[in-house]
């Protein structure tokens, strides 16, 4: 069945740049929608980005200016470049097909001087 991995997480610096993947294997569309949504334990889990098979994306205002989703069909792949990170970005950060109704594992993003 369709499985995601979201990898590129890590420990970066206020003000730093980190680029995630989510890498999907099994029966996903070139149509298909992904979004990126990011959680904090003990808060529900919120909408970063989307992009559809189109090509049409959205952010979160607390995101936008600041990150990048974009997707690489031929890798099936969905990528969130983030920039000028804040301590407040720190979350597990999951990747979801839209039209499914289960998550990636995530990835883990902490943003601390």
């Known amino acids: 069945q369709v499985r995601l991995v979201e990898s590129g997480g890590g420990l970066v610096q206020p003000g730093g740049s980190l680029r995630l993947s989510c890498a999907a294997s099994?029966?996903?569309?070139?149509?298909?929608?992904v979004d990126w949504y990011r959680q904090v334990p003990g808060k529900q889990r919120e909408l970063v980005a989307g992009?559809?098979?189109?090509?049409?994306?959205n952010y979160a205002d607390s995101v936008k200016d600041r990150f990048t989703i974009s997707r690489d069909n031929a890798k099936s792949t969905v990528y969130l470049q983030m920039n000028s990170l804040k301590p407040e970005d720190t979350a597990v950060y999951f990747c979801?097909?839209?039209?499914?109704?289960?998550w990636g594992q995530g990835t883990q993003v902490t943003v601390s001087s």
């Open positions: 099994g029966s996903i569309f070139s149509f298909d929608a």
């Open positions: 979801k097909i839209r039209r499914l109704t289960y």
């Open positions: 992009i559809t098979g189109g090509g049409t994306t």
